[in-house]
């Protein structure tokens, strides 16, 4: 069945450093990759997705290509900030007419002054 | 235009006991996705709503339950709680199944005793 590959966490980080955050998945078909954010205390914010292969995302910063050859979806952002700090989700779908998202495990991002 | 909003935001319940969990989707949204949220599993799906029907169903027993009112508003139902169904349920609304965005509530923390 579908599923999503995160790096494991948690990842800490110095303000301004460089974000890469590892995502890959496998899948029947051709589905759409997303990146969702959860900040303490609150429901999922999607941050960006990309709907077919060599699609980039962006948004706020943050960046991310869908791979099909490595079937991948790393995210990636220049330089962090410490309003950056949440749990980052890779997900993939939905596919056909359900709206079934499948989520990677999350990573927590704590990025220091 | 107001956001999907989740009701209660916080409950603690009783083995043994009943849940009921609202969601209210973004106006003009016509499906609703619920997901439980827990340290140890993640993210897993429950199930979606169309037209008051059920259209998909994730691996959880059946003591989980949903339905979707004429107005697109939605609600589950926990019987007969155990200690692990501790978790944040979030739900998602997207304009129609397999819609390519979904938009997360705040979720419902459920805390079992």
């Known amino acids: 069945g579908d599923s999503v590959t995160q790096m494991e966490g948690p990842v800490t980080l110095s303000e301004e450093a460089f974000l890469t955050i590892n995502c890959t998945y496998t899948?029947?078909?051709?589905?759409?990759l997303f990146w969702y954010v959860q900040y303490p205390g609150e429901g999922l914010q999607l941050l960006l997705k990309?709907?077919?292969?060599?699609d980039k995302g962006s948004n706020k910063g943050f960046e991310a290509t869908y791979r099909k050859e490595t079937t991948s979806f790393h995210l990636e952002k220049g330089s962090v900030q410490v309003s950056d700090s949440a749990v980052y989700f890779c997900a993939l779908g939905p596919t056909g007419a359900n709206s079934k998202l499948t989520f990677g495990k999350g990573i927590t991002l704590s990025v220091r002054p | 235009k107001a956001g999907v909003t989740q009701t209660p935001r916080y409950l603690i319940k009783t083995r043994g006991q009943q849940v009921t969990l609202s969601c209210s989707p973004i106006s003009g949204h016509r499906s609703v996705s619920w997901y439980q949220q827990t340290p140890g599993q993640g993210l897993q799906f429950l199930f979606e709503y169309f037209s008051e029907t059920q259209r998909n169903k994730g691996n959880f027993p059946g003591r989980f339950s949903g339905r979707q009112f004429s107005n697109s508003r939605s609600e589950m139902n926990v019987s007969t709680l155990e200690l692990g169904d501790s978790a944040l349920y979030l739900c998602a609304s997207s304009l129609n199944p397999g819609a390519n965005v979904l938009t997360f509530g705040a979720g419902s923390r459920l805390t079992v005793l």
């Open positions: 990309a709907t077919k292969a060599d």
């Open positions: 899948a029947t078909g051709y589905p759409s």
